[in-house]
């Protein structure tokens, strides 16, 4: 099976950056995605990763180190609209339709 | 921008009643999935959809659960008797064939079982 770890909650000022670690163990590995959900609302997709790395898209950036089971989101210039939930996701290699594992999501506070 | 979509939104039902929620995929997309989320809770895989059959099931979805796709368009899971632990939110999601990774979520429709 898969078990995916990330922190419950975080704050952090308007124009900070923050980092939501997740870490996660699975036995066939294939891919780590971002997504950000905002209440009651479905997660939109944010990053990839496949390959161990930074992956930069404006102010988010995606890490992924496959030998320590471990993946960060980088927010950068933190803006109000980004309150909302931050969902690491693990697809299984073995999984015959590409399934998504999802951990519980890191809720994140920006304040002004 | 192609987007997924979902009826209804908002859905509520009698426990033991039967219920069919419907989601239209965006077009060009071959994999189908359904995915719930319980408040507060982690969203949780259902099952996925390739080439008119099930590809994989979680262990939620049971015989009370099913899926079809009835005609070009849409893509439908039907429970048959509903629990009250049935009640959550219930998202569709699709994607491209081949390498394409991305998966793109509908709205959403909130189910409630009472």
């Given at each position: 099976g898969?078990?995916?770890?990330?922190?419950?909650?975080?704050?952090?000022t308007?124009?900070?950056?923050?980092?939501?670690?997740c870490t996660?163990?699975?036995s066939?590995?294939?891919g780590l995605?971002?997504y950000?959900?905002?209440?009651?609302e479905a997660?939109?997709?944010?990053?990839y990763?496949v390959l161990?790395?930074l992956?930069e898209?404006g102010?988010?950036?995606?890490?992924?180190?496959?030998?320590?089971g471990?993946?960060?989101?980088l927010l950068?210039?933190?803006q109000?609209?980004d309150?909302?939930s931050?969902?690491c996701?693990?697809?299984?290699?073995?999984?015959a339709?590409n399934k998504l594992?999802?951990?519980?999501?890191?809720?994140v506070?920006?304040?002004? | 921008e192609?987007?997924?979509?979902?009826t209804?939104s908002?859905?509520v039902t009698q426990m033991?009643?039967?219920?069919i929620?419907?989601?239209?995929p965006?077009?060009?997309h071959?994999?189908?999935?359904?995915?719930?989320q319980?408040?507060?809770?982690?969203?949780e895989?259902?099952v996925s959809?390739y080439?008119?059959?099930i590809?994989e099931?979680?262990e939620?979805?049971?015989?009370?659960f099913?899926?079809?796709?009835?005609?070009?368009s849409?893509?439908t899971?039907?429970?048959?008797?509903?629990?009250?632990?049935?009640s959550?939110?219930y998202?569709?999601?699709?994607?491209?064939e081949?390498?394409?990774?991305?998966q793109?979520?509908g709205?959403g429709?909130?189910?409630?079982?009472?």
């Open positions: 898969q078990n995916i770890d990330q922190p419950t909650e975080m704050t952090a308007e124009g900070a950056i923050v980092q939501i670690n996660y163990q699975t066939g590995f294939n995605f971002w950000q959900q905002h209440a009651g997660p939109t997709f944010l990053s990763n161990d790395g992956e898209k102010r988010f950036s995606s890490f992924l180190s496959r030998s320590k471990y993946s960060y989101l950068k210039e933190l109000m609209k309150s909302a931050y969902l996701a693990v697809r299984d290699r073995r999984a339709g594992t999802f951990g519980g999501g890191t809720r506070l920006v304040k002004p | 192609p987007e997924v979509t979902q209804p908002h859905q033991g009643q039967e219920v929620l419907r989601c239209v965006i077009s060009n071959l994999y189908f999935y359904w995915y719930r319980i408040l507060g809770q982690k969203v895989f259902l959809f080439n008119n059959e590809s099931k979680s939620i979805f049971d015989d009370q099913s899926v079809e796709r009835p005609d070009g849409n893509f899971l039907k429970i048959r008797s509903t629990k009250l632990e049935d959550a939110m998202f569709c999601a699709s994607k491209e081949g390498t394409s990774y991305e793109y979520f709205p429709t909130r189910l409630t079982v009472t």
